[in-house]
């Protein structure tokens, strides 16, 4: 997008391409604030410390997580061949939230939903490993993430009369459905209530994930996900119940095609994800009063978030990642058999024909059953306009001429709005280099039959250094009284307190390890000594800002 194009929708946009600062990227904190506008990379750069690359499906499964704390919950199955990292992303993202927050199984009955408690999935998070799991309890599911409300008749007995009779069984809320599959073919009555986001699997993915991997072995590490600490604080901070309008979308509808009813589906992911930027930069956003409601306005802003979210395809030409590869490696009127492609992408004949067949399903490959060896010959295809262009939304920035017309026309009472226009930042790009010590969270264990022979040399150097040590913890307290100072006040500008885990963890990241558990005992203690430090609940601190 033009620079030109966004300021005429009222967006500022700003690539992220380098660096300008310990804790700044391309001029944004790195920080998870509300009012961040980088809020978005953000959360995606510290994903990113637990995986390599997937930058688009890591990022959607976190905000499709998020809205099981909104009034849009959402669906989503990771779809790649084994091995790709599907499950790795759920877990990591999984890892953030509280375990009340979420139901993790492997497989469900055919009733097994009819019988749950009947709020039990209200603001609940269901993970399936494999999506296959729940094949047979598809009927419950399909109903529950579209109607939000399973109902229904079971025979049972009575145990005052012994006698069998009939009663309604009712399953109230619209789980956020989280899963992950290898097929390339999904039944359509489910499909169709889903977001289908494919895995990484290029070369390039691949051979970087492997360097990453060998990284990692060699620094202390937690094999299983580990939860971090800073977007553990936002998503228990975040909590929006607040409905959103939407009044740029009609442009939108009216490029959308209108062959198939599945678009009604699909268009209301695309409202949701909206609506999802929307409540997650709503410090950010207008709030309008109208019929005595109080209602956040999304802005153009968060279309294009929604956008980068919904990747290649959109919401009407979508298609998994290993058809596309397929797909464009094949030259029309060339014919092509099922070895051909295999030998061409180091993959099994089985593989070939499950992908030149579902490509024959959706219409962009003809298959020729009247040879002995079946051919597949690619078909020319009216590419549509892609609806999802920014052009559409020209005049609904917060200054511009369509939303104040907007706002006149629903009679709506603007209760807030921010000082400047929403800043577009895009989330997907940024250095993949980045390691965070996130990945060293424990120290080495050395085998005690390890004996090594120090020279003079070393042993005179050895000595030095642990002399500097000794001097460093006196000379340096101020400084890092001051880095425990500058983290309270920093959660206290946010929260009111600092939590005694996050500020730990901060002082020991923003001092590269030298503030161990330890240290910052006696640091507090220290603090706490000057009359600086108070306690605030349990585990909980504030410091007195008069020092």
């Known amino acids: 997008m033009s620079n030109a194009l966004a300021g005429d929708l009222g967006v500022s946009e700003n690539s992220t391409s380098e660096a300008t600062g310990d804790n700044n990227l391309d001029g944004y904190p790195l920080d998870l604030t509300p009012s961040n506008p980088a809020l978005f990379r953000n959360l995606n750069l510290r994903i990113g410390n637990g995986i390599y690359g997937n930058e688009r499906p ?28 599907k499950s790795t992303i759920c877990r990591l993202v999984l890892a953030n939230f509280p375990k009340d927050d979420k139901i993790e199984i492997t497989s469900a009955t055919a009733k097994s939903l009819d019988y749950l408690p009947e709020e039990s999935l209200k603001k ?58 290898t097929l390339v073919r999904f039944g359509v009555a489910i499909a169709n209530r889903i977001l289908f986001e494919n895995v990484d699997q290029s070369p390039e993915q691949i051979r970087g994930a492997l360097e990453w991997l060998a990284r990692r072995a060699s620094l202390p590490h937690y094999e299983d996900p580990q939860p971090d600490p800073y977007i553990q604080e936002f998503v228990e901070n975040f909590h929006a119940n607040e409905e959103v309008l939407i009044p740029f979308l009609a442009p939108i509808a009216r490029k959308l095609p209108n062959t198939k009813t599945l678009i009604f589906r699909r268009y209301k992911q695309l409202e949701h994800l909206i609506n999802l930027s929307a409540l997650i930069h709503r410090q950010q956003r207008v709030r309008v009063i109208l019929l005595d409601h109080e209602y956040v306005i999304a802005h153009p802003v968060d279309f294009l978030y929604a956008r980068d979210l919904l990747g290649p395809g959109g919401v009407s030409a979508r298609m998994d990642q290993r058809l596309g590869r397929v797909y464009e490696y094949l030259q029309p009127g060339v014919e092509y058999t099922t070895l051909r492609v295999a030998r061409d992408f180091n993959k099994s004949q089985d593989w070939a024909r499950m992908i030149l067949n579902e490509l024959n399903n959706n219409g962009l490959v003809d298959k020729n059953e009247n040879t002995r060896t079946h051919q597949y010959t690619k078909l020319d295809t009216n590419i549509e306009e892609d609806a999802l262009q920014p052009k559409y939304l020209d005049g609904f920035g917060y200054d511009g001429p369509l939303f104040k017309t907007y706002l006149e026309e629903a009679k709506a009472l603007v209760d807030y709005k921010p000082e400047t226009e929403p800043v577009y930042i895009n989330p997907l790009q940024f250095p993949r280099s980045r390691f965070s010590s996130i990945q060293a969270q424990s120290e080495p264990n050395q085998a005690e039959s390890v004996n090594v022979e120090q020279s003079l040399l070393s042993s005179a150097v050895l000595g030095l250094k642990l002399l500097a040590d000794e001097a460093d913890r006196d000379l340096l307290a101020p400084r890092d009284l001051n880095i425990i100072r500058e983290a309270i006040k920093e959660q206290m500008d946010r929260i009111g307190y600092a939590k005694d885990s996050i500020l730990r963890y901060r002082v020991k990241d923003q001092s590269n390890g030298r503030i161990n558990d330890e240290r910052y005992v006696k640091l507090m203690k220290a603090l706490a000594d000057k009359k600086e430090l108070k306690p605030f609940g349990a585990d909980c601190w504030t410091i007195d800002e008069a020092f």
């Open 58 to 85: 890591r990022l959607l499964a976190q905000v499709v997580t998020l809205s099981t704390r909104t009034p849009y919950p959402l669906a989503l199955i990771l779809v790649g061949d084994p091995g790709s990292g």
């Open 124 to 181: 609940k998070i269901l993970y399936v490993d494999e999506a296959i799991g729940v094949k047979d309890a598809g009927l419950g599911l399909r109903v529950l993430l579209s109607e939000g409300h399973l109902a229904r008749l079971v025979t049972i007995k009575d145990p005052k009369t012994n006698k069998m009779i009939t009663e309604l069984k009712n399953v109230e809320g619209k789980p956020v459905f989280l899963s992950t599959t």
